[in-house]
């Protein structure tokens, strides 16, 4: 290299000099003999400015929270991508609440929802506030933090059990990131319970993020979580974020392609063939179903007697009216639905049975086409009701069609027949395969000729 080009060097990495200190980095100021400063080393500004950023870096470092720097309040989308005045809504007020919370951590904030729905990114950017600002945080994802205790009692650890545990359970702030993906095993249940146990008893702030539903969870942390005196739930209805702008209709499990010529306009109110009052009836129903495509809100039931009476035609109709319009809709048919569910357990499955039952439960709009239980397995029916139950308790727009025949878990029923959340339609008209195969066979017997009605 030459000399020029080592004097180049030189001037990029030499460290700007202070003009107040040299470069000391301390001062000592021009005060009388009995002053108390009287010969003492002052640091200079730029040294406690030096100070200050090394305490946040370590604070940082040890955070837990160092390759996640980027993700901060400013970072965050608060009105979402493409999202339906409601979850727009829903997401801001979550966004607000994370926001106070960094402000004046206290108590429990359980930031809950599905995945890529921003859980993490609120987490993150309430531990980088905080951080700023100087204040000590612990950010770690659960399963890691199982890992860590565990790794304390291996020969090499420099560092107890007790010792690691006790950091975690007593940081000043903890965030718990995917808490519920950790392996639930008795060990690692019961370090969870005796780590929230304790931070409830101190009334630690704490910050966890989930994908699991409370019911899902330990009776004992479940009581812990939903104590509102001390914890808040934020629950965000948002979808995938990476799936923001992309036509997914809602999942890969939907076929509503199939169902694509089933519109309200291609439905048929039926006329002269129905008698007055079972034509009121279609009439109305029709109607309710075009009111749930202008404003989808909580459950709405197709239900009747017969098979091919409309159930599915109304349900596809709302269903491709809302596509059209952006929103990600999910039609699935229930038997499908339990099939693709089991099929994910499969050894090489393509996608993991908690992803499609996450895609499912949380999906924008879901219809469930032909719901009934009768031949479903125990494990198939309990199923079918932790999604219809989260949708439920989150009024998250759903249609569904069944049968009066129709065995269903009665768990299932009291949700979907709840009419103070669910509007139930039932449809008395017949078939229509039956009455238009009756209208074929009449004309077909009609004689032929001038008399024949026309």
Known sequence: MSTENLSTVKIKTEKKVCPTCGGAGWLRRDVPVDHPDFGRALPCHCKVAETRQAAL?????????????????ERFKADGVGLSAERKKNLRDTFERARKFADAPRGWLVLKGGYGCGKTHLAAAIANERLARGAPVLFIVAPDLLDHLRATFAPTSEITYDERFETVRSAELLILDDF??????????????????????????????????????????RSRFADSSLSSIATIL??????????????????????????FETFELRGDELKSHVRDNLRRVFNKAKDFAEHPAGLIVFTGAEHGCGKTHLAAAIANKLAQNGDNVSFVTVPDLLDHLRAAFAPGAVASYDQRF?????????????????????????????????????????????????????????????????????????????????????????????????
Do not use: C
Request: charged share 25%.
């Open 238 to 263: 948002a979808p995938d974020y990476r799936q923001a702008g992309v036509d997914t209709r809602g999942s890969q499990l939907s076929n509503l392609g199939m169902y694509s010529e089933m519109q």
């Open 57 to 73: 870096d370590s604070l940082r470092q040890s955070s837990g929270v160092v390759h996640l720097s980027q993700l901060t309040f």
């Open 180 to 221: 519920g993906a950790q392996s639930a095993t008795a060990w690692a249940n019961e370090k969870m319970f005796q780590l929230f146990n304790h931070r409830y008893n101190a009334q630690l702030a704490t910050v966890i993020t989930t994908n699991r539903d409370l019911e899902d969870l330990d009776p004992r942390l």
């Open 358 to 454: 996450e895609d499912t439960r949380n999906a924008t709009i879901l219809v469930l086409d032909d719901l009934g239980t009768e031949n479903a397995t125990p494990w198939a029916r309990e199923k079918l009701f932790q999604i219809i139950d989260h949708r439920y308790v989150s009024r998250l727009p759903t249609i569904i069609t069944t049968n009066w025949e129709a065995e269903v878990d009665p768990r299932i029923k009291s949700r979907i027949f709840d009419l103070a959340r669910s509007s139930v339609e039932e449809i008395l008209a017949p078939s229509y395969r039956t009455t238009h195969r009756r209208a074929e066979m009449k004309n077909e017997s009609a004689p032929r000729g001038r008399g024949r009605a026309r």
